[in-house]
């Protein structure tokens, strides 16, 4: 089945580091990538999305890139603020209809310091 | 335009009662969605509506749970008898009907079993 791997967390930077967080995936066909984002006390958030091999998402100085040779949609941003400190989900959708429901890695979370 | 809203957003309940987390979903979105992520795992697919009709419901846990969508509105999540791995966050998303569309979430109902 569908299954998606992100880097275990938590991860801690300083303000202003760059920030890479893995995810990698296995799925047949053509999945949608997409990271979603979870601030604290609130609700998750589509950060950004891909739907096919080479896209680049892209929202909010966060980039990533669905790669289709190595099955892989890491997320990275060049500088990190404090209020990018949550919790950051990588998510496959595969179509419509029975297939149209997302899967989720465990989710990897920043902490981002002075 | 209102997103996806859930109630209530957190729950306390005992071993053994009944819980009932309501979602509307964004105005004119055919699909519901219902997730569940329990003690920081992966948030899990648990069914999908189009309108009030059940497309997918493979990610139940039990026939302790039950989810209704009468009227292709809003929808309810029914836990009983409640038991403590029940607990954690229920997402509610939602989607208009072309299976290209993003997946819009709620803010999750927090439920603790003790």
């Known amino acids: 089945g569908d299954s998606v791997t992100q880097m275990e967390g938590p991860v801690t930077l300083s303000e202003e580091a760059f920030l890479t967080i893995n995810c990698t995936y296995t799925?047949?066909?053509?999945?949608?990538l997409f990271w979603y984002v979870q601030y604290p006390g609130e609700g998750l958030q589509l950060l950004l999305k891909?739907?096919?091999?080479?896209d680049k998402g892209s929202n909010k100085g966060f980039e990533a890139t669905y790669r289709k040779e190595t099955t892989s949609f890491h997320l990275e941003k060049g500088s990190v603020q404090v209020s990018d400190s949550a919790v950051y989900f990588c998510?496959?959708?595969?179509?419509?209809?029975?297939?149209?429901?997302?899967?989720f890695g465990t989710g990897t979370r920043l902490q981002v310091t002075l | 335009e209102a997103g996806v809203t859930q109630f209530p957003s957190h729950s306390v309940i005992e071993k053994g009662q009944t819980v009932t987390l309501r979602c509307d979903p964004i105005?004119?979105?055919?699909?519901l969605y219902w997730y569940r992520r329990v003690m920081g795992k992966e948030i899990k697919f648990l069914l999908h509506?189009?309108?009030?009709?059940?497309?997918?419901e493979s990610g139940m846990p039990n026939n302790r749970f039950l989810a209704e969508r009468t009227g292709g509105t809003y929808s309810t999540l029914k836990v009983q008898p409640a038991e403590l791995e029940d607990s954690g966050v229920y997402f509610c998303?939602?989607?208009?009907?072309?299976?290209?569309?993003?997946?819009?979430f709620g803010e999750g109902s927090w439920l603790t079993v003790v």
């Open positions: 998303a939602s989607s208009q009907a072309s299976s290209g569309n993003t997946i819009y």
């Open positions: 799925a047949t066909g053509y999945p949608s």
């Open positions: 891909a739907t096919k091999a080479d």
């Open positions: 998510a496959l959708k595969r179509g419509g209809g029975t297939a149209s429901k997302l899967t």
């Open positions: 105005s004119g979105h055919d699909n």
């Open positions: 509506f189009v309108k009030e009709s059940k497309q997918d």
